[in-house]
């Protein structure tokens, strides 16, 4: 949980450096992505979580980097950046 945690802060503060509804969106998923990279991260929240808490919680958990997305998508669409 705590590892899930962790990720959401650089997520949130990348996301919040671009005024730009699609840029922000690319900056959040590119921190995502490097928080991906550490290996803790790799082994806790990517291989081991599902098994170890089942899937129902750990989509639990996952549920504010998602709605992070759904906004990110929503606003770049409301800007006329994407079609939907």
């Known amino acids: 949980a705590r590892e899930v945690e962790t990720m959401l802060a650089p997520v949130t503060q990348a ?26 991260v790799q082994r806790i929240v990517l291989l081991d979580a599902f098994a170890a808490i089942g899937w ?15 906004i990110g998508v929503s606003r770049a669409i409301d800007a006329g950046k994407i079609t939907p």
């Open 56 to 70: 129902e919680e750990m989509r639990n958990l996952e549920a504010p980097l998602l709605e992070l997305m759904n």
């Open 15 to 40: 996301y919040a450096q671009k005024a730009d509804p699609w840029e922000a969106f690319e900056e959040g998923c590119g921190a995502f992505l490097s928080e991906c990279l550490e290996p803790d």
